[in-house]
């Protein structure tokens, strides 16, 4: 039979004749101390060991955990329940004592053990067996023996283990408690890592094991001592002496964890980062990278976070030892550095603003020491960033419109930074009329733009022009920089331009199941010139100040009549659609600047667009019909098939597509003539693990493909890929004289439960060679990350002929809750 007890503070304990056994009768008062003690002393002994960083300025690879809610305290009635299988009074000792199976249950938190003993004498409070301490939050505490005083402040813990929600766990042989403020564990066991269910006995993936590890709560630190980091019980790494604040710490002064990294031209550099935190909403890291070649590059990071938004400064600067490594190229110089920032706020629920900013000593340092701004923009395995971008914004998001103001000067990593221009500002707004027009929908759209570059933007597009640098606005040859040569891709000068269009539309289905959809626009540009007259630019456009009023009024007819089949295994859906455009004919065609509407890939996707230009700088003119079909079919089963095929054409006025502007836009789109090629598409998907899909466009005339792209995906629980095909004609207005073709392929399989090998390569058909390709493995689990990838990108310099191709080797180490190291070699060479 079980013994329960209800004890109340400062009244006596009402006698029930509920134990097996007892000794000699008589009237006892228990102590209001024991009510706290049992439950409290515990509590006042152990670590709360909870996930954590050193710093917040330590960012890590893992999925945080979402942070739990912090349970309400519980009511402090005074009132613990002792359940056991006795209760034994010793008045004569003046002790209590709690046998077999005790539960106590206390504001929140439970204690079971085998017994529990208090000493009014001593005021000491003494469990044995099997002990585990559940609180209010989660934490789970063990022990075999636990021994504290009344007052809460000294006592010991001995075989002591501490599990918390945040699957942190600590265990040591002996814990002591003294002066209220200090816990010393001996022989004590740090890890983030989960047991192995199967044995868990078994050493977890990594632990830190001390000799003492001391708790300073005042601090707020733990101190290691004769530490040693062990993966699967094997010692990797021995540290005399180390400390970091104790799990209950977010944000805490101290070093980080440093990181590696190797370049020729810099040598070997090791960064020792250290944090200081010195405001509750502020904080400052200095993060100085000591160079076995250049010397010491100095860098520091602070940020600031408010009620409604946070930025951050980060500054570089280093004296560089031997300049002649980085070759006559921008980095020979003595003194190095940069500077660049970011931020954001919200001016309610609708409005932020914000910045990125970047200043540079040259346009080579962030690549060259692969700072943070350099790594960030790296998007793929394939591709290195080739500019970074300052700019001021502002945005706004209503339910059924959007503002979006912005100026941008963009900073080239290749040195060209007299060819990209400076955008001061660029406003977009649209916006949707939430009730009806005429019976339809009515919206309407602004884009402005402010465009200023120094130098013409020239691109070579003929065999003469890429063997030689004519091309260059240095360059002296008679044929240099002509339309049968080179492209214009940007006007030196400025450039100003004001959009506004306005449209209607409204669809409708007939008693026949035809559904008619009329439309309507009217845009208007408002245009203004200044075109530096530099050599060659006279080639492609009239220098000097151009002003142009350009209105473009559209109206037009969309008709759709799908027939629906039902049958047993699915749906098929097949649906003629028939588009017709009236308009007039495209003012100043090919005569105005084209900075934002130089790319055009005709294809299924667009075939019934209004306007296939993709930009505001050109607009599609001249009457057009769009005709086409498409057959959808859903299986019941699962599963779906679409195919779309299509032409378009040209019904009279000019043709916006054959005409040669700065850049060709157009020309070889396969729009040029007044019967365009055929468009298809076919996408298949048989489940939710496979994907198919082809694009193709025919020539119209002798039926040859000009453009093919077919690309297969599949998913498994354990490994996915993806092939992708292209097969493109040449296009000598556009500077590809030969065609291409290649294959890009990437992969990654989850080898075991934590392992993925993953990779990507790009192997060029007509080279018959792999030019591109990367390969990387890593180990991801709760409590720790491993990566290694090599990868191989090409950077394009600035009078460099042929391309520089980098090599890089990065390597990632990370301990959830003590931090995360990075490491990483780069060369290069020339191919």
Known sequence: ????????????????????????????????????????????????????????????????????????????????????????????????????????????????????????????????????????GGKITYANILDLSDDYRDGFVDSLRVDTADATRMAATRADRTKGNYTVFENGVYTACVPCRENPKKPPLWQVKGARIIHDQTEKMLYFEDARLEFYGVPMAYMPFFSTPDPTVKRKSGFLVPTFTSYSPYGVGVEVPYYFALAPDYDLTLSPRFTTRQGVLMQGEFRQRFVDGAYQIRAYGINQLDPDAFGSGPGNRDFRGGVDTKGQFALNDKWVWGWDGVLLSDYFFFSDYRLKQYRDLMQSFLTLPTEAISQLYLTGVGTRSYFDARAIHYLSFSGNQSLVPVVAPVIDYSNVINHSVIGGEFSYKFNFVNLARDQAQFDPISTLANTSFVCAPTSADPAARTPA???????????????????????????????????????????????????????????????????????????????????????????????????????????????????????ASNLFSVDKFSGYDRVEGGGRANVGAQATTQFDQGGAINFLFGQSYQLFGLNSFAVADITNTGVNSGLQRPQSDYVTSVNYSPNSIFTFSTRARIDEATLNVQRFEAEGRASFSRWSGSVLYGDYAEQPALGFLTRRRGLLGTGSIKVASNWVVQGAARWDLEANQINQYAVGAGYVDDCFVLGLNYVTSYIYSAGATPPQLNHAFMLQLGLRTLGQTRGGSTGSGIR
């Not at 613990?80 to 000792?93: F, G, P, R, S």
């Not at 530096?532 to 100040?545: A, H, K, L, W």
């Open 485 to 603: 040569n080179c492209l214009l891709r940007g006007i030196p000068g400025t450039y100003i331009r004001l959009t506004a269009q306005a449209q209607w539309r409204k669809s409708f289905t007939d008693s026949f199941g035809q559904i008619w959809t009329p439309f309507a626009s009217l845009r208007a540009d408002a245009i203004n010139a200044d075109i530096s007259n530099q050599p060659g630019v006279s080639n492609f456009i009239q220098p000097g100040t151009t002003q142009a009023l350009r209105l473009m009024p559209v109206v037009g007819l969309e008709y759709r009549y799908p027939f629906i089949n039902v049958q047993p295994w699915g749906t098929t859906t097949i649906e003629p659609i028939a588009q017709v455009i009236i308009r007039p004919n495209e003012s100043y065609a090919g005569k105005l600047p084209n900075e934002d509407a130089q790319s055009l890939v005709f294809d």
């Open 1 to 136: 039979m079980a013994a329960i007890a209800t004890l109340r503070k400062r009244s006596p304990v009402r006698e029930r004749r509920v134990s097996l056994r007892r000794r000699r009768s008589g009237a006892s008062v228990i102590p209001a101390s024991l009510t706290a003690a049992v439950l409290g002393l515990i509590a006042a002994a152990v670590i709360d060991v909870v996930a954590t960083t050193p710093a917040v300025a330590q960012s890590f690879t893992y999925n945080p955990r979402p942070p739990k809610p912090t349970p309400p305290p519980p009511q402090n009635d005074g009132q613990m329940l002792v359940q056991a299988t006795e209760l034994d009074y010793d008045y004569n000792n003046s002790r209590v004592s709690a046998v077999g199976n005790v539960q106590m249950f206390y504001n929140g938190t439970s204690v079971e053990a085998d017994k529990v003993i208090y000493d009014q004498k001593t005021k000491r409070l003494h469990a044995e067996g099997n002990i585990r301490m559940t609180d209010a």
